[in-house]
């Protein structure tokens, strides 16, 4: 059964900075057809996602409204995935959660929730004015 687990979250100011690491088990991590992505969800909204890499190629994909401040990456040898987030926004402040599956044209797909199998129990990540 894959397991993912997330770590890294907390409490920053405005303007700090974050590491998200997400720890893939139970599968060949080295899959080429796996992406791996992180969403986040703050009260009262939706699910939307972050920022994904295809582990195969390492393609990655971003939302808009985190390009240039977050990155995504992996490490095939831990069987991990990163999301380094800098200067963060109070709007930033959700639960964020790491997922991976077998994504179809992720390039196109990489955002959608239901893309993905295999979800984390999440992490809070929360960012103060």
């Known amino acids: 059964q894959v397991q993912l687990v997330e770590s890294g979250g907390g409490s920053v100011q405005a303007g700090g900075s974050l590491r998200l690491s997400c720890a893939a088990s139970?599968?060949?991590?080295?899959?080429?057809?796996?992406?791996m992505a992180w969403f986040r969800q703050a009260p009262g909204k939706e699910r939307e996602g972050v920022a994904a890499?295809?582990?195969?190629?390492?393609?990655?994909h971003y939302a808009d409204s985190v390009k240039g401040r977050f990155t995504i990456s992996q490490d095939n040898a831990k069987n991990t995935v990163y999301l380094q987030m800098n200067t963060l926004k109070p709007e930033d402040t959700a639960m964020y959660y790491c997922?991976?599956?077998?994504?179809?044209?992720?390039?196109?797909?990489?955002?959608?929730?239901?893309?993905?199998?295999?979800w984390g129990q999440g992490t809070q990540v929360t960012v103060s004015s």
């Open positions: 890499i295809e582990v195969g190629g390492g393609s990655t």
């Open positions: 139970g599968y060949t991590y080295s899959n080429n057809y796996m992406t």
């Open positions: 997922a991976a599956g077998l994504v179809l044209a992720p390039r196109l797909n990489w955002y959608r929730p239901a893309a993905y199998k295999n």
